[in-house]
């Protein structure tokens, strides 16, 4: 059974870098075909998928958040990293970390709140 868990940064000031990573356990994040991705919500808004890193390394990013955006692996600890850099309010959601092509496996989720 794979299993995802997202880290807790809790709240974070306007204008600093996020950086949230998720664990896998249950499967090695270098297995062939899968992607790892990094999805948000808003409050009161519809799921967003903000980028992923493949098995093979390689890195995709949604065109909207792509100048903000890093998403890193850690092989030896099985996780990755998401960096959303000059966070505004906006940027408050719940952060999930999924198991793609098909989004099988999901994080609890952690929430984030950008707040001064």
């Known amino acids: 059974q794979v299993q995802l868990q997202e880290s807790d940064p809790g709240l974070v000031k306007p204008s600093q870098t996020l950086s949230l990573t998720c664990t896998v356990s249950?499967?090695?994040?270098?297995?062939?075909?899968?992607?790892w991705n990094w999805i948000r919500q808003p409050p009161g808004k519809g799921l967003e998928w903000m980028g992923a890193?493949?098995?093979?390394?390689?890195?995709s990013y949604s065109p909207s958040l792509k100048s903000r955006t890093s998403i890193s692996r850690d092989t030896s600890k099985n996780q990755f990293t998401l960096e959303l850099s000059t966070v505004t309010p906006e940027d408050t959601a719940v952060y999930y970390c999924?198991?793609?092509?098909?989004?099988?496996?999901w994080g609890q989720g952690t929430q984030v709140t950008v707040s001064s």
């Open positions: 249950g499967g090695s994040i270098t297995s062939n075909y899968y992607g």
């Open positions: 890193v493949r098995y093979s390394g390689s890195t």
């Open positions: 999924a198991r793609g092509p098909e989004y099988d496996y």
